[in-house]
């Protein structure tokens, strides 16, 4: 069983940063794919961006540039670094893994966390 759980959400100004971090707990966690999402007021959830154990990163092009996804293994820890915030990214941010990174890729994590508010406004 894998437990995540977020940190780091608040309110921010447009074009400032924030940096979520989600902690990860339970066995061989740092062998699996390790995820961000989001999801908006009235809209789906959508995928952010992925790390594999590896260290391989991949990003949804409405973050590429602005956001990046890392992890320290040695403590089962992912991070999100997001710059240059803009209003359309206040959302919920949802952690997610699994055993297969593919299944963040395409919406079907084994493990969710219970998610972190980030607000971006004036």
Not at 41 to 64: C, F, H, L, M
Not at 78 to 85: D, E, I, K, R
Request: charged letters at 15%; proline letters at 4%.
């Amino acid at each position: 069983q894998v437990q995540l759980v977020e940190s780091g959400g608040g309110l921010v100004q447009p074009g400032g940063s924030l940096r979520l971090s989600c902690a990860a707990s339970g066995s061989a966690v740092s062998t699996y794919g390790m995820g961000w999402y989001r999801q908006a007021p009235g809209k789906q959830r959508e995928w952010v961006a992925t790390i594999t154990s590896g260290g391989r990163t991949n990003y949804a092009d409405s973050v590429k540039g602005r956001f990046t996804i890392s992890r320290d293994n040695a403590k089962n820890t992912v991070f999100l670094q997001m710059n240059s915030l803009k209003p359309e990214d206040t959302a919920v941010y949802y952690c997610a893994a699994d055993p297969q990174t593919r299944k963040l890729q395409i919406g079907s994590p084994g493990y969710w966390g219970q998610g972190t508010q980030v607000t971006v406004s004036s």
